[in-house]
């Protein structure tokens, strides 16, 4: 079954509901190749198909194949198409110019497209709507009227970023702005005041910045803007503008930058990587349990595989009597007849416990088993000897304690505990030595994992990997 991602309420991964088509419930499922949803996930078909239908719906071309095959040729589904609100003083001007430097854009004004009416809006706002850089809204609309007009012309924003500040501060802010005449340019009686006395002394107050006057404009703001915003649900973002500037466009710049959560079926295949004792096995299972994914660990395989003395079986057998390491070759027999069958495909899955090193990780690939997320757990070498080296168990009742976290219920059973070799001190710095010497390796090749600090409350670990998961990975703007 696959997946979808969706909100906060449901966790980001539904079911994605019954067969159209009117197919008979009881057909037998298809059998589709991994290689078709991944080619669509990886190549964002979905979307692609959904951006597609939008424009021509929009536009409604009197060509509609040439128009598609000329929306297909511009990459136009990355630029940006960013609207920034905010108050007076707000410096939302200063970061729409920063942003449309840094993400090489066309900046759009009050001036430059209101001024002209809607009609020069609509013809203005097409052609650089069609322009292939993207484009910035600074300050528009202003009104909700605005932004309807705005939608029904196409032009819709992909992020909504919205400045707020306290009134005082704003009011503050407007008081000290003196410009000069003579180049146009504005300065700030406290954040940026020039150091030659010539240009100081040809400073004048501009017109419209009283203290009446700023409150005037704050109040029609506030009064037009929370009819504004439920134009843009679910592409907005409020960013204190109380702050440095420079924070200020970076938080801008970082939202810009994400992409949105996608109504695309999303099939999860989730790889969990780590040192012993990093709790991998512990958020597969929660993984699986939570969203029915298949939940594949290596060395339970390769167990399963004896137990069953099956041909791999056999072959894996004498490895586990000498207790040497099983070859690279049997082990990736057993995952890929795992990760091939039908559940797999269909649920998606969530392996631990390989690839350890990047040429497990090329041959994984090469089978085509490529996760869709990739997460390193990291936790300290101290805590890892924590969890391990304080395990014990009760060779009576077979009943598992950890002398700190769950202690025995009396002095007798704490007496009979043992500890298993394995979580000896040495053995598990051996194992995290062994992990660390390739880890680095690892994350070269999955470039696009998630660090996620493993050394918290399992439970909170669990939400950001279901974050990270239901979230698309951040995409880089050069």
């Known amino acids: 079954m696959t997946r979808r991602r969706g909100g906060p309420s449901d966790g980001g991964l539904q079911g994605a509901g019954a067969p159209h088509g009117g197919m008979d419930a009881t057909t037998a499922p298809h059998r589709i190749p991994p290689e078709m ?39 136009n589904n990355n630029v940006p198409k960013i609207v920034i609100l905010g108050p007076p003083a707000s410096g ?17 004004t009050v001036e430059n497209l209101i001024a002209r009416e809607f009609s020069s809006l609509a013809a203005g706002a097409r052609r650089h709507y069609q322009n292939v850089t993207g484009w910035i809204l600074d300050g528009i609309p202003e009104t909700r009227e605005q932004a309807l007009m705005i939608q029904t012309l196409g032009i819709t924003p992909r992020h909504v970023i919205v400045l707020s500040s306290p009134d005082t501060v704003l009011i503050e802010r407007n008081l000290g702005k003196r410009i000069d005449p003579q180049t146009g340019e504005i300065y700030h009686t406290t954040f940026d005041w020039p150091p030659e006395a010539e240009i100081q002394n040809r400073l004048v107050v501009p017109e419209g910045i009283s203290e009446l006057e700023t409150a005037r404009k704050l109040l029609e703001y506030h009064r037009n803007i929370i009819r504004i915003l439920p134009a843009y649900p679910k592409i907005l973002k409020v960013i204190s503008a109380d702050q440095p500037c420079m924070d200020v466009f970076y938080q801008a710049l970082t939202y810009a ?22 709790g991998k096995r512990l958020q597969a299972a929660l993984l699986a349990q939570k969203y029915g994914l298949v939940n594949v660990h290596c060395g339970q395989l390769l167990k399963e595989a004896v137990a069953d003395k099956s041909k791999v079986g056999e072959l894996i057998q004498p490895y586990f009597q000498k207790k040497m390491a099983v070859p690279d070759s049997i082990i990736m027999k057993v995952l ?10 269909q649920k998606g899955w969530v392996l631990h416990g390989f690839p350890r090193d990047q040429d497990q990780a090329h041959m994984l690939h090469s089978l085509g088993h490529q996760p869709s997320r990739v997460f390193f757990l990291n936790v300290p070498l101290d805590s890892i000897i924590e969890r391990l080296t304080l395990r014990r168990m009760d060779p009576v009742t ?7 976290y769950k202690p025995p219920p009396t002095v007798e059973i704490q007496a009979r505990l043992l500890q298993h070799p394995k979580d000896t001190k040495e053995q598990v710095k051996l194992k995290m030595d062994l992990f660390y010497r390739h880890s680095s390796d690892l994350e070269e090749f999955y470039r696009q994992a998630i660090a996620i600090n493993g050394d918290q409350d399992p439970y909170t670990v669990f939400e950001y990997i279901e974050s990270g998961i239901i979230n698309p990975l951040p995409r880089k703007v050069p």
């Open 37 to 75: 949803p991944q080619y669509g996930e990886a190549n964002h078909i979905f979307e692609l198909m959904q951006n597609m239908l939008e424009q021509l719906l929009i536009h409604q071309p009197k060509d509609p194949i040439l128009f598609m095959i000329s929306h297909l040729q511009r990459d």
């Open 92 to 108: 939302k001007t200063t970061i729409a110019m920063w942003l449309c430097k840094h993400l090489n854009s066309n900046l759009l």
């Open 257 to 278: 930058q994400t992409s949105h959560r996608s109504n695309a079926p999303f099939t999860p295949r989730v790889l969990l990587c780590g040192p012993v004792g990093s």
């Open 336 to 345: 890929d007849q795992r990760l091939s069958q039908q559940d797999s495909v």
């Open 398 to 404: 077979g009943e598992r304690y950890h002398l700190m």
